[in-house]
């Protein structure tokens, strides 16, 4: 299993009060290499030019799906969380070997969507 001082993660989520108390959630659980974005631009950009173990992302950014985002992450290797309030049809997301972590969430599902993810890649 990917250890936590060495696990690099890209958050995405442009609702900016549940990025920060999400962002202190990962910090508190010793995810220390955490990057962040909030919107699909950046989020692209950090998918295309960086390496991640772990990506969260908001299925909604500003009315933008972040599957650009999530195809670019799969394709280099990198596990999904897709994180949504609202209510899908599975078979949106059959491209994807993703979990779907419903908002709102707390700590505790948070780090068991995480270990969940991260357990089934080793």
Do not use: W
């Not at 991640?52 to 299925?59: G, H, N, S, T």
């Not at 933008?64 to 997301?93: H, N």
Request: charged share 30%; with cysteine; hydrophobic share 45%.
């Amino acid at each position: 299993m990917t250890k936590k001082k060495d696990c690099r993660i890209l958050f995405v989520e442009d609702e900016v009060l549940v990025a920060m108390e999400a962002m202190m959630m990962l910090s508190d659980m010793g995810y220390d290499n955490v990057d962040d974005a909030s919107s699909l631009h950046t989020a692209m950009e950090l998918a295309e030019t960086r390496e991640y173990d772990l990506a969260i992302c908001d299925v909604n950014l500003d009315n933008k799906s972040s599957f650009p985002v999530a195809r670019i992450l799969q394709d280099k290797g990198c596990r999904l969380i897709f994180a949504t309030g609202y209510s899908y049809d599975e078979q949106l997301f059959e491209e994807f070997d993703a979990l779907l972590l419903k908002k709102p969430y707390n700590d505790a599902t948070l780090k068991a969507s995480i270990q969940k993810v991260l357990a089934a890649a080793d």
